[in-house]
């Protein structure tokens, strides 16, 4: 089965950067997305890793260790509209591999 | 366009009525979802269809019918629902259900959700 965990809740200061972890298990293993979801509104993509390192998108970058079966998400110079949950996702490689399972969530709070 | 548009985006409705969502796209993507969110939770997949088969589902209760009439348009039909199936409900479309991989592949588009509540 598919587990991804992530800390509940982070919150940080305008300005500031932030890191939010995400570790998984698998059955197999594609890559690792992220989603943003503000309060009552829909998922959107934010980014995907398929290979280790570090994909730079903005503000936002999106790390990946295989090996170790974590990643991350960085968000720099945060802004109050960063507030929201962010979700990391695997795609599950049964059912044709189009199942996509999200992790915990983290809830970003972010102050001034 | 590079929405996905659902209908209604409120929805109340008694253990005995018949409802159904609406969830269009336009983007000439091949795999449609419907996702179930609870309050501070994940989206827990319910169904996926790929070029308008299904796909997946996901062990969902039979009070939950989905359907998907043409590659734009993806229904879910509600007859005799709980109180605890209340939540957001969400459609989303990704362009390849070949499940390959890939960014293209990845990025699911998801609409707004129908809150609904079950009386």
């Known amino acids: 089965g598919q587990s991804l965990e992530q800390p509940s809740e982070v919150t940080a200061v305008e300005g500031a950067i932030v890191q939010i972890n995400c570790t998984y298990q698998t059955s197999g293993f594609y890559g690792l997305s992220w989603y943003q979801q503000h309060d009552g509104g829909a998922p959107t993509f934010l980014s995907y890793n398929a290979l280790d390192g570090l994909e730079e998108t903005g503000r936002f970058s999106s790390f990946l260790s295989r090996s170790d079966s974590y990643g991350y998400l960085l968000l720099q110079e945060l802004q109050m509209k960063d507030s929201a949950s962010y979700f990391c996702?695997?795609?599950?490689?049964?059912?044709?591999?189009?199942?996509?399972?999200f992790g915990t969530g983290t809830q970003l709070k972010v102050e001034l | 366009d590079t929405e996905v548009t659902q209908t209604p985006k409120h929805l109340v409705m008694g253990m005995t009525n018949k409802k159904s969502l609406k969830c269009e796209q336009h983007?000439?993507?091949?795999?449609m979802y419907w996702y179930k969110q609870k309050a501070k939770k994940p989206p827990e997949l319910m169904f996926v269809y790929s070029y308008e088969k299904l796909s997946i589902n996901e062990s969902v209760p039979s009070r939950f019918s989905p359907e998907c009439p043409n590659s734009s348009l993806l229904n879910l039909h509600l007859h005799a629902l709980q109180p605890e199936d209340s939540a957001l409900y969400l459609c989303?479309?990704?362009?390849?259900?070949?499940?390959?991989?890939?960014?293209?592949?990845?990025?699911?588009?998801f609409g707004s959700g129908t809150q609904l509540s079950v009386l």
């Open positions: 983007m000439g993507h091949r795999a």
């Open positions: 989303a479309s990704s362009q390849d259900p070949s499940g390959t991989g890939g960014r293209t592949n990845e990025k699911l588009f």
């Open positions: 996702a695997v795609r599950d490689m049964r059912g044709g591999g189009n199942k996509l399972t």
